[in-house]
T-cell receptor, first 115, second 112 residues
């Protein structure tokens, strides 16, 4: 059974870069798309972007200038970097398997942007 | 961006009674490949979202048949035939036809 686990700093300073990694266990990262979605406090879901295991990506245009999603097949991991963060980027960040059909989700990683 | 509008935003249901959530998109979700890219997710309290239904009406493996999805074009509905305590949470629709994928605002379902 595939499981996803997000990891990374829970506190990031404004203007710095948020970095999260999603580790895939119980299955291979190959042959799938992998997504990042976030949820600000008390708000709904926002799609950030996805990556295919080959490395091709698509991003939300609202974040595109600041987002990079990468994959490391040797480690069965994919990662999210979000630069120049502000308080508006405070959220729970989820990784998920799939491009549209997101059938497996991580438990989420809370990231607070604060000095 | 495709705007997804859910109604109602909250629903209080007597156990055993049905519930219905509407989701309307600002443009048709029917793709040229013949598929309609509308999904339903449920986020139970304190949990990450879980997929319920894909492509309008296909239940995910293990999702009980009391959940059903219907609709076409821009109008979609999620129905729960008999609401139970385990069904509480926030239900989201999501479109996957045009990037960026977008979600509805969410409908909070509670038990009376």
């Amino acid at each position: 059974q595939v499981q996803l686990q997000e990891s990374g700093p829970g506190l990031v300073k404004p203007s710095e870069t948020l970095s999260l990694t999603c580790t895939v266990s119980g299955g291979s990262i190959s042959s799938y798309y992998w997504s990042w979605i976030r949820q600000p406090p008390e708000k709904g879901l926002e799609w950030i972007g996805y990556i295919y295991y080959t490395g091709s990506t698509d991003y939300n245009p609202s974040l595109k200038s600041r987002v990079t999603i990468s994959v490391d097949t040797s480690k069965n991991q994919f990662s999210l970097k979000l630069s120049s963060v502000t308080a508006a980027d405070t959220a729970v960040y989820y990784c998920a398997r799939g491009r549209r059909y997101m059938d497996v989700w991580g438990k989420g990683s809370t990231v607070i942007i604060s000095s | 961006d495709v705007v997804m509008t859910q109604t109602p935003l909250s629903l209080s249901v007597t156990p055993g009674q049905p519930a219905s959530i509407s989701c309307k998109s600002s443009q048709s979700l029917l793709h040229s490949d013949g598929k309609t890219y509308l999904y339903w997710f449920l986020q139970k309290p304190g949990q990450s979202p879980q997929i319920l239904i894909s492509e309008v009406s296909s239940r995910f493996s293990g999702v009980p048949d009391k959940f059903s999805g219907s609709g076409s074009g821009t109008d979609f509905t999620l129905r729960i035939s008999r609401v139970e305590a385990e069904d509480v949470g926030v239900y989201y629709c999501m479109q996957g036809i045009n990037l960026p994928w977008t979600f509805g605002q969410g409908t909070k379902v509670e038990i009376k």
